[in-house]
T-cell receptor, first 116, second 109 residues
Framework: DTAVSQTPKYLVTQMGNDKSIKCEQNLGHDTMYWYKQDSKKFLKIMFSYNNKELIINETVPNRFSPKSPDKAHLNLHINSLELGDSAVYFC???????????????FGPGTRLTVL | GQNIDQPTEMTATEGAIVQINCTYQTSGFNGLFWYQQHAGEAPTFLSYNVLDGLEEKGRFSSFLSRSKGYSYLLLKELQMKDSASYLCVAGKSNYQLIWGAGTKLIIKP
């Protein structure tokens, strides 16, 4: 029944490792997002995909690479993890189309990444 | 530039009314969202205003003035479960959302 799900919920890893976070939505939405929420609680958008096409790519290190195999999934792969990557990563989805951000976004539960 | 300003923290008493203000500045503005986020949880949608005026939804109401770049969220009959962060979010015409840092609302008995 979960609308937007993410795995894993917690991820603890060493600096330099490569890790992936998966996101799936069963709402039939067209658009999916990845956000990073740091210790100061700012939610910063990282990427957005609409029907498997990248539409937002904010200034994010190229160690972060999103992959959307279909419009229900948006995974985030992170290479060479750094201490500053420690944060909570939220996946979200919305039904918007044609470049209009007027629709509600539904969030996944978040993945708390800790890099040691 | 673009930015969202809202108070960092507010305290209110159970049963009372509180108003959380937000000012925004951004190009291509097309609507203002409010989200609620409990500690350790994901944000959840509360309201969306695209036209000027007040939108009422149960105990929560949201107001928008586009000419002033101003919005507020009004919470009535406060309950302890309303203790959370309230995020003001400006929507833009190019898919982007500009998120405020949130206002931490503390409810006291």
């Amino acid at each position: 029944d979960t609308a937007v799900s993410q795995t894993p919920k917690y991820l603890v890893t060493q600096m330099g490792n490569d890790k992936s976070i998966k996101c799936e939505q069963n709402l039939g939405h067209d658009t999916m997002y990845w956000y990073k929420q740091d210790s100061k609680k700012f939610l910063k958008i990282m990427f957005s995909y609409n029907n498997k096409e990248l539409i937002i790519n904010e200034t994010v290190p190229n160690r972060f690479s999103p992959k959307s195999p279909d419009k229900a999934h948006l995974n985030l792969h992170i290479n060479s993890l750094e201490l500053g990557d420690s944060a909570v990563y939220f996946c979200a989805s919305s039904p918007q189309v044609q470049g209009v951000s007027t629709d509600t976004q539904y969030f996944g539960p978040g993945t708390r990444l800790t890099v040691l | 530039g673009q930015n969202i300003d809202q108070p960092t923290e507010m305290t209110a008493t159970e049963g009372a009314i509180v108003q959380i203000n937000c000012t925004y500045q951004t190009s291509g503005f097309n609507g203002l969202f409010w989200y609620q986020q409990h500690a350790g949880e994901a944000p959840t949608f509360l309201s969306y205003n695209v036209l000027d005026g007040l939108e009422e939804k149960g105990r929560f109401s949201s107001f928008l003035s586009r000419s002033k770049g101003y919005s507020y969220l009004l919470l009535k009959e406060l309950q302890m479960k309303d203790s959370a962060s309230y995020l003001c979010v400006a929507g833009k015409s190019n898919y982007q959302l500009i998120w405020g840092a949130g206002t931490k609302l503390i409810i006291k008995p």
